[in-house]
């Protein structure tokens, strides 16, 4: 069974800095991108990064891409999301969800999420003084 568990969630205040973790089973990570998610109440889920497992190509959300970085371990079977300088806006449950890697050759962004067949609980992220 395809399992993708996140780890590392909380409550930061604004600027500090939080590493999101995605463990992975039931898949060899080199065959898959994952991306990393979120969704904040009243909001559509959106795209924050991905990455290549193979490559380690990696695509940003514009108002992500200075401040994030995303990262994969096939030794561990999971992917990681480094967060710094967090803002308030960053505040909503991430998720990690993975893809098929091939599409990853054919974009120059996040793929839409509905290419996402397999999708982890979620996670809370919480910025706020």
């Known amino acids: 069974q395809v399992q993708l568990v996140e780890s590392g969630g909380g409550l930061v205040q604004p600027g500090g800095s939080l590493r999101l973790s995605c463990a992975v089973s039931?898949?060899?990570?080199?065959?898959?991108?994952i991306g990393w998610f979120r969704q904040a109440p009243g909001k559509d889920r959106e795209g924050v990064a991905c990455?290549?497992?193979?490559?380690?190509?990696?695509l940003y959300r514009d108002s992500v891409k200075e401040r994030f970085t995303v990262s994969s371990d096939s030794a561990k079977n999971t992917v990681y999301l480094q967060m710094f300088s967090l803002k308030p806006e960053d505040t909503a449950v991430y998720y990690c969800a993975a893809v098929d890697r091939r599409w990853m050759q054919v974009v120059n962004a996040i793929p839409h999420r509905a290419y996402f067949d397999n999708w982890g609980q979620g996670i809370q992220v919480t910025v706020s003084p």
């Open positions: 039931g898949l060899t990570l080199e065959d898959y991108a």
């Open positions: 990455i290549d497992s193979r490559t380690n190509r990696t």
